[in-house]
């Protein structure tokens, strides 16, 4: 029994070379189908990002406008609130470019990205956001507007 079994083991063989192909070849293909996919999925990952952060600008916007008289902007006139305001003010912690990091040089532009809050008169303000990161910025009028088509490349310079 034992020398039946032995004898089998020794007859079993590996792959054969079609074989090792044929397998090669089919997690090639795979590979072809899923890389793309990935970066389908990671880009709109970074733009949901900006997305996001867009919203906490708007979000810490509207927290300045309720705790600060000042900055509330007078009947049918604006008040411009810029990133750096927002962050060196405390209303918003440190934003992160998801396609760069917190610099200027390589982040979020802190000087040219800025909320806009606009008083038209009936006691409700609007809130046009625009975030200008190191490749790709966003400009939209309210929450409701921050979709991924809002998120643009940026111009080559």
Do not use: C, W
């Amino acid at each position: 029994m034992l020398k039946k079994m032995g004898q089998r083991l020794k007859n079993e063989r590996g792959l054969t070379l079609i074989e090792l192909l044929a397998v090669v070849v089919i997690l090639g293909i795979i590979a072809a189908i899923a890389i793309p996919s990935i970066g389908g999925l990671i880009d709109n990952s970074r733009k949901d990002a900006h997305i996001a952060n867009a919203k906490q600008m708007i979000s810490s916007a509207k927290i300045a406008v309720s705790s600060n008289e000042d900055l509330r902007p007078a009947k049918d006139a604006s008040v411009t609130m810029t990133l750096e305001d927002l962050e060196t003010k405390g209303y918003l912690d440190t934003l992160k470019d998801p396609d760069g990091g917190t610099t200027t040089k390589d982040g979020y532009d802190r000087k040219n990205s800025l909320v806009s809050i606009t008083n038209a008169g009936d006691g409700k303000f609007t809130y046009t956001v625009t975030l200008i990161g190191s490749k790709r910025s966003i400009t939209a009028l309210g929450v409701n507007e921050l979709t991924r088509d809002s998120v643009k490349d940026n111009a080559a310079e």
